[in-house]
């Protein structure tokens, strides 16, 4: 079964910690993963993809496939990185698949 | 560019009634869908839309429909209102090449009584 699994759903860290925000997926093929953010007011937004490799806004995810992870990373958290985060599977077909998001708050 | 826009932003139904959300969006992009936002579930997919007139099902697709007349349009229609359908709905978009991404319009929150 095709399945994203966020286990968080509030995660609270203080400013300056680290923060890591867990993704755990269920799929056949090969995987094409992707972080969405949705700040207060705001729309959601795509954040970054596992194949690019990038770093925005000073988070990382490494796609883990012998752990079918791709867990989202920073260093020190922001009071401003506080928002809803989902992790989500393109599975093909135009489709994609979202986790049940975890909001991050981050206290000063 | 407005990019997805969508209307209303709020809308509060009785059971049994029907009604249409809209959504529009200006970026030509030919893959549009919908989801349901609810609490403890992420967004799951209602229906989607690979380009006008071409439409198909998603995760949750029973007691809503839609039609896709042009590129720019893509309502959705709740046939028979239920409380279940108690939900923020989300319409998006994406370009075919780089359906990865796709643009979210600002959500409807819906409440059935």
């Known amino acids: 079964a095709q399945r994203v699994t966020q286990p968080e759903k509030l995660l609270s860290v203080f400013k300056g910690a680290p923060v890591e925000l867990k993704c755990n997926y269920s799929?056949?093929?090969?995987?094409?993963l992707f972080w969405y953010v949705q700040y207060s007011r705001q729309r959601l937004q795509l954040l970054l993809r596992?194949?690019s490799r990038e770093s925005i806004k000073g988070f990382t995810a490494d796609l883990n496939k012998g752990e079918t992870s791709f867990h989202l990373k920073k260093p020190f958290a922001q009071e401003e990185d506080s928002a809803m985060y989902y992790c989500?599977?393109?599975?093909?077909?135009?489709?994609?698949?979202f986790g049940a998001g975890t909001r991050l708050f981050v206290k000063a | 560019n407005a990019g997805v826009t969508q209307t209303p932003k709020f809308q509060v139904l009785k059971t049994g009634q029907s009604m249409t959300l809209q959504c529009a969006q200006d970026?030509?992009?030919?893959?549009m869908s919908w989801y349901r936002q609810d609490p403890g579930m992420g967004l799951r997919l209602i229906h989607y839309?690979?380009?006008?007139?071409?439409?198909d099902q998603g995760e949750v697709p029973n007691g809503y429909n839609v039609s896709r007349s042009t590129t720019e349009d893509f309502p959705l229609r709740l046939l028979s209102a239920a409380p279940s359908q108690t939900s923020v709905y989300f319409c998006?978009?994406?370009?075919?090449?780089?359906?990865?991404?796709?643009?979210f319009g600002p959500g409807t929150r819906l409440t059935v009584t």
């Open positions: 998006a978009s994406s370009y075919s090449g780089d359906p990865y991404e796709q643009y």
């Open positions: 799929y056949s093929g090969s995987p094409e």
């Open positions: 596992h194949i």
């Open positions: 989500a599977l393109y599975t093909g077909g135009f489709k994609t698949i």
């Open positions: 970026m030509n992009h030919e893959y």
């Open positions: 839309s690979v380009g006008a007139g071409i439409t």
